[in-house]
C-alpha cells in the first residue's frame, strides 16, 4: 500500500505563498505563467500551495520568469526549498494538531523570535508543572495521555532556545502573567524562579510591562514574531481559543512589528523586570 502524502508544512505553504504573490505582481493569470514556464496549470497550483516540491534553480527560473529584481527575496525563497524538514515535532504529527507541529518548524527556522504574551508565560519559557496545569485547563478537557503529549512537545519546542545555537528570544510579559497562581503558589513560585534563571542567560531577554504601564499597546493580544531571513519572510502567530493564527501579508507583518514595538517601549529593563519577578515570587 502506497504511503499517504503528508500535508505541506508551514514553510512550504509560506515559498508557494511568496511565489503566488511574486506572480500576481507580474499580472500573470495561473494559465499564463504556466505556458510561459512550459509546465502544466496543475504544476504552477501545488507548487502555490506548498504542494509540490520545487528546487531553488525552479524558484529562480520563476522569480527571472515574473520579472522579480528582488535578489535577497529570490535568494531566501531559494533557501527555503528542498522538501520537508524531518524535524522531531514530525514524531507528533498523528498526535498533534497540525498547527503545534507548524509553530515548532517556525521556531526551529527562526532567526530571532520576539513574544509578547498577557497572562500566561510564554511556552518557551514555562516549566513542566506550569505548562501541565494551563495545559490541562483546555476546554473541552483532555485525557491525561494527551496532556502529556503536549506538556512533552512544548518541553521540546523549548530546545530552540538552549545551546551554543540557541535562537535570541526576547520575551514581553505583562505582570499580570507573574500574578497568576496556576497550579498553586508552589507551581507559581518555582516558574518566577525559572524565568529569571533564564533571563540571565545571553540570549534571552525578558521585559516585563508592569501595572503601573501609563499606555499598554495590543492590550489582551498574544503575539509572536518569528524573523525569517529577511524582514519580507517574517511571520507573526497569534494565540487564540481554537488555536495557533499564522500571519505573513506585509501590510499585517508592518502592524504587529509596531506593535511589539510598542509593547517593548512599555515594559521595563532587564533588570528591573528581574527585580519585579523576584519581589511578586517572595510575595506569593
Not at 184 to 192: D, E, H, P
Not at 199 to 220: C, D, K, M, N, Q
Amino acid at each position: 500500500m502506497a504511503r499517504a502524502k503528508l500535508p505541506p508544512t508551514i514553510r512550504q505553504r509560506r515559498l508557494g505563498a511568496e511565489l503566488r504573490r511574486m506572480r500576481e505582481h507580474a499580472d500573470l493569470s495561473v494559465t499564463q505563467a504556466a505556458q510561459l514556464f512550459g509546465a502544466p496549470q496543475t504544476r504552477i497550483s501545488n507548487i502555490e500551495s506548498g504542494g509540490y516540491a520545487v528546487s531553488a534553480d525552479r524558484v529562480r527560473a520563476l522569480a527571472h520568469l515574473y520579472a522579480c529584481t528582488d535578489d535577497q527575496l529570490v535568494e531566501a525563497l531559494a533557501s527555503m526549498t528542498g522538501g520537508r524538514t524531518r524535524g522531531w515535532w514530525e514524531g507528533y504529527r498523528e498526535i498533534l494538531p497540525s498547527d503545534a507541529l507548524d509553530l515548532a518548524e517556525l521556531e526551529h527556522h527562526a532567526g530571532t523570535i520576539r513574544i509578547a504574551s498577557v497572562i500566561h508565560m510564554p511556552g518557551l519559557l514555562q516549566t513542566r508543572d506550569h505548562a501541565r496545569t494551563v495545559i490541562s485547563d483546555g476546554v473541552p478537557p483532555m485525557a491525561a495521555y494527551e496532556v502529556e503529549h503536549r506538556v512533552s512537545h512544548r518541553l521540546k519546542r523549548q530546545g530552540v532556545v538552549h545551546g551554543q545555537s540557541a535562537t535570541p528570544l526576547t520575551a514581553i510579559i505583562h505582570e499580570a502573567a507573574l500574578r497568576m497562581e496556576f497550579g498553586g503558589s508552589a507551581v507559581a513560585r518555582a516558574q518566577l524562579q525559572h524565568l529569571v534563571e533564564r533571563g540571565e542567560e545571553p540570549h534571552v531577554t525578558v521585559l516585563v510591562i508592569p501595572f503601573g504601564a501609563s499606555r499598554f499597546p495590543g492590550a489582551g493580544n498574544g503575539i509572536v514574531q518569528f524573523d525569517g531571513e529577511i524582514p519580507k519572510l517574517d511571520t507573526v502567530q497569534l494565540d487564540t481559543d481554537h488555536g495557533s493564527v499564522f500571519i505573513d501579508s506585509e501590510a499585517q507583518l508592518a502592524k504587529y512589528r509596531t506593535i511589539l514595538d510598542h509593547m517593548e517601549s512599555c515594559a521595563l529593563s532587564p533588570s528591573e523586570s528581574r527585580d519585579l519577578i523576584l519581589r511578586t515570587m517572595h510575595e506569593m
